[in-house]
């Protein structure tokens, strides 16, 4: 029987959190920031008054560290005192949520998003933007799903919120380029615009996460379509965010990131320093700067920063993360695999809500198992490890192509190929133009006998290739070819194989399987 093929080592880069890179398509309608659309009617801020003056004096005294550069702990600290003193008051937990979020203290911002939700005295505008704050926070994280949800939640309980509307703009952008969908990325626009016309007298800090929100969706649909009018609108979306709240270190390290996004890593990595000065702790600034290396083919400098970012904030994931991706990409044995699942694992559990993260510790024990020997415990351990991890991405992210086509490769590996066929459907309704889904579709239908389907997905494989190195996909079509009958095409498409990667040993042996 032929050899199965390896899933090819991916070469994508996403950025947890900040940025989510995706493929260009075409470009939609220009939205402005701060336009009218008709709305007369402003929303009003949730922020709530303290329940006596010595609790107000306090938020009051955080509200001003929050003004200062490298304030956000002295902030955080006056909102926690504040809290002890008067246990069920809203306002403190509120400040602490707004200003977690602020700070990209995601984990934080989480928990007192929840306390809010569930303090007996927060008013329906507060638990609304307690959702708001939670959806936030999840899909800041990596899991869309559970986002989702949760500022479905938010807008219910208060549709006059501005920055439930922006949150909601920014998952269904998120979802858009998921599918790479234009009129997804639309609705995604439209909602934006809501957002917009929704802005009146929040706090200043509020209206400042809801720019850095819509700043999010413009950078989606710049990536998106390629067009830089959305870029401009980013930057000014994250500018104004800035503006409004100059000493918050998040708004500065998604400016750096979309800097990034354009290919200006310098300055990125100058915008990244300038967010550490704001809040010297803040390892998601530190880890930007080793994304920036990484996608520069820095890997010694990456490292450096990946490893500074965890000597930061050792409970932060992101640093772990880059590491772990670091090795996925060095790695040519089983056991360089099963250390990079390792560091994966690492980050893993200091968050438990990102999609992308288990789908690359798919990728590292799909290959630990793959590169073990056939059908031992090693194997097999590391095949259901793997299929566990796709399976916890897709929770958390059921758009997700990679972590869909990470799953089909593991289920043919274990020879369950009408699953497998299945799933590649489902990643193929996402993505129509991934070689590797076709080729691993035309696999799954090679081992269940249906040989002009595998030809058909194996030619579509090919035709998708743009690099034209996907040697796999010429084995594969070979294989079904023979088994057609149709020897003379069987034997050009190991030759094309052989033209891309001569040592390929399989096609080797094929084509002198046919003779000449």
């Known amino acids: ?105 995601w984990a934080s911002a989480e928990e007192y998003a929840n306390e809010l939700i569930d303090t007996t005295a927060s008013s329906d505008s507060q638990v609304a933007l307690g959702y708001a704050i939670l959806a936030d926070a999840l899909h800041s994280q990596g899991d869309i799903v559970a986002a989702e949800r949760e500022i479905a939640t938010a807008l219910s309980t208060d549709p006059d919120l501005a920055f ?73 979306s994250y500018e104004r965010a800035i503006d409004l709240q100059p000493a918050m270190p998040l708004f500065h390290a998604n400016l750096a990131a979309l800097r990034s996004i354009e290919g200006d890593y310098t300055e990125a990595r100058e915008l990244y320093a300038e967010a550490l000065e704001l809040d010297p702790g803040y390892a998601a600034a530190q880890a930007g700067i ?28 992101e640093g772990y993360y880059g590491k772990g991706r670091l090795a996925f990409d060095a790695a040519a044995d089983p056991e360089a695999y099963a250390a990079a699942a390792e560091l994966l694992r690492e980050a893993a559990a200091r968050n438990p809500h990102s999609a ?98 595998a030809e058909a997905n194996f030619r579509n494989a090919i035709a998708h290739d743009e690099a034209g190195t996907y040697a796999s996909a010429h084995y594969g079509l070979g294989r079904a070819l023979q088994e057609l009958g149709r020897l003379d095409e069987a034997r050009a498409a190991y030759e094309s194989a052989l033209a891309i990667d001569p040592d390929y040993r399989s096609a080797q042996e094929a084509l002198a399987e046919l003779g000449s």
Request: charged share 20%.
């Open 1 to 105: 029987p032929a050899t199965p093929a390896p899933r090819r080592s991916p070469n994508n880069l996403v950025v947890i959190g900040i940025a989510l890179g995706v493929a260009a398509l075409a470009c939609v309608a220009l939205m402005v920031v701060g336009a009218s659309q008709g709305r007369t009617t402003p929303s009003t801020s949730p922020t709530a008054v303290a329940q006596n003056e010595e609790v107000a004096a306090l938020l009051d005294a955080g509200d001003a560290a929050l003004a200062e550069a490298g304030g956000l702990p002295e902030a955080l600290a006056s909102y926690q005192q504040a809290r002890e003193q008067a246990p069920g008051d809203p306002a403190p937990i509120e400040r602490l949520a707004l200003a977690a979020s602020a700070g990209g203290r």
């Open 164 to 236: 439930a509307h922006a949150v909601q703009s920014n998952i269904q952008a998120a979802r858009a380029a998921a599918a790479r969908s234009t009129p997804e990325m639309d609705a995604a626009l439209d909602t934006l615009g809501i957002a917009e016309d929704a802005l009146g007298d929040e706090t200043p800090l509020l209206q400042a996460l809801t720019y850095n929100a819509l700043g999010y969706t413009f950078a989606q649909e710049y990536m998106l379509s390629g067009n830089e009018a959305y870029l401009e609108q980013s930057l000014d």
């Open 290 to 317: 080793g994304w920036s290396y990484y996608q520069e083919d820095d890997r010694e400098a990456a490292a450096e920063a990946f490893d500074t970012a965890i000597a930061l904030d050792e409970g932060y994931f």
């Open 356 to 453: 992308e993260v288990q789908a690359y510790l798919g990728e590292a024990l799909l290959f630990q198992g793959f590169g073990s020997e056939d059908n031992s415990d090693a194997q097999k351990a590391a095949y259901a490890e793997s299929e566990r991890a796709y399976r916890e991405a897709i929770a958390r992210n059921d758009r997700y192509p990679f972590a869909l086509s990470g799953l089909g490769w593991i289920l043919q590996y274990q020879e369950r190929y009408d699953e497998s066929i299945a799933t590649f459907e489902q990643a193929l309704a996402l993505d129509d133009r991934n070689d590797e889904i076709y080729a691993g579709l035309g696999w799954s239908l090679y081992w269940t006998g249906a040989y002009a389907e």
